[in-house]
């Protein structure tokens, strides 16, 4: 199982990034993906997720209108897309696949004038 985030960096508050994580050595389309996130000494936290089709997503309160997941199991990708990003979105961001106990090597992103 492979799991590759990308698509982090620096953004002014209010921005927008699209995180990208491309998934391999399992079958994709039959798991539910999750996106999760962990600031610097905090406990690493889930932020949402979605059914193994696309049907359903969840969202943490802190995130909900502003980010948004989705997927391709044509390209074995889930996306993140977050809009107007605040300083508190700072961490790095790690996605994984329900049911799977592993995670990537997580994405960079950080608020900042």
């Known amino acids: 199982v492979q799991l590759v985030e990308s698509g982090g960096g620096l953004v002014q508050p209010g921005g927008s990034l699209r995180l990208s994580c491309a998934a391999s050595g399992f079958t994709f389309s039959r798991y539910g993906m999750s996106w999760y996130r962990q600031a610097p000494g905090k406990e690493r936290e889930w932020i949402t997720d979605?059914?193994?089709?696309?049907?359903?997503?969840n969202y943490a309160d802190s995130v909900k209108g502003r980010f948004t997941i989705s997927r391709d199991n044509a390209k074995n990708t889930v996306y993140l897309q977050m809009n107007n990003l605040k300083p508190e979105d700072t961490a790095v961001y790690y996605c994984k696949a329900k049911l799977l106990a592993y995670w990537g090597q997580g994405t960079q992103v950080t608020v900042s004038s």
């Open positions: 979605i059914t193994s089709l696309g049907g359903s997503t």
